[in-house]
């Protein structure tokens, strides 16, 4: 297997919204290699592609031009069946609202992922208390996302993209509807996911404080990948258990 078939690799991609005189190019061909191991930030101006790319990234579209490879699974010319097959088994979602149902208490919200891929009941409660647990918030597994705070919904929502065990983690704005300090308990969580358990951990931010977090940050401007810039020597791939 080769390090690129851990990865998440984007090549030369390339999306347009609509058509005609309605034509809005959002990716103008990007490409980068997101690895094991490593939290890539993706940074740059309202409008400039970031969440379009990692839309690419999640499998949730597929570029006009170009390529996307997920692991190994290259997403070219799949249907949106195949597609969430990719997502199911490969890709955990942090959104910035949290997306949550109100009225199920926190470990079913983590649970429901589990539900889809027909895990039985019991397994899936065992599994969606344990994460919850993990993420610090044990007494907190039955209250609905109504009686927690917003960093305690956040935890409840990273707790639940990783409920099928995911190798990719990514997270549009994980933080901006965060304090100063739960925002951090959430980066610092998705950084331990990607240096301790060798995931791969992107996040699309405008947050200056994610910044000195990442491991490498990339810059998108109008499409097209504009600055790149290396925070920490990233653990090669190969080096991750
Ligand atoms: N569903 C859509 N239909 C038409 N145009 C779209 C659609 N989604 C995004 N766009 C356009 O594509 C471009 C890139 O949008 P995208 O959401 O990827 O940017 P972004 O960098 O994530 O922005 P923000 O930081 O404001 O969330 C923008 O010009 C946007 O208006």
């Known amino acids: 297997m080769s390090a690129n078939d ?12 609509g058509s005609g005189e309605a034509a809005t190019p959002a990716l103008r061909g990007v490409s980068l290699t997101a690895r094991p191991g490593e ?3 993706i940074r740059g101006p309202s409008g400039s592609g970031k969440t379009t790319l990692l839309q690419l990234m999640g499998a949730l579209k597929t570029p006009d031009r170009g390529r996307v490879s997920i ?11 195949q597609l ?5 088994r490969r890709i955990g979602f942090v959104f910035q609202f949290f997306n949550l149902f109100p009225t199920l208490s926190a470990w079913e919200n983590v649970a429901l992922p589990l539900d889809l891929v027909g895990r039985d009941r019991r397994s899936a409660e065992r599994r969606a208390r344990a994460l919850l647990a993990d993420l610090g918030l044990a007494d907190r597994a039955d209250h609905r996302p109504g009686e927690l705070s917003g960093g305690q919904r956040q935890r409840v929502a990273v707790a639940r993209a990783l409920a099928h065990d995911p190798q990719v983690i990514l997270a549009d704005e994980p933080t901006a509807a965060l304090d100063g300090a739960s925002g951090l308990v959430v980066v610092e969580t998705l950084r331990s996911l990607a240096h301790r358990e ?14 000195d977090k990442a491991d490498r940050e990339i810059t998108v401007e109008d499409g097209r990948i504009v600055a790149e810039q290396r925070k920490r020597a990233s653990m090669p791939a190969g080096d991750i258990a």
Do not use: F, K, P
């Not at 969430?84 to 199911?88: D, E, F, M, N």
């Open 6 to 17: 851990q990865a998440l690799v984007v090549e030369d991609a390339a999306l347009t919204y």
């Open 39 to 41: 939290v890539l930030l």
């Open 71 to 81: 692991c190994g699974t290259s997403t070219t010319g799949l249907g949106q069946r």
């Open 84 to 88: 969430q097959a990719i997502r199911l």
């Open 198 to 211: 060798g995931r791969i951990v992107v996040l699309v931010s405008h947050d200056a404080r994610l910044a």
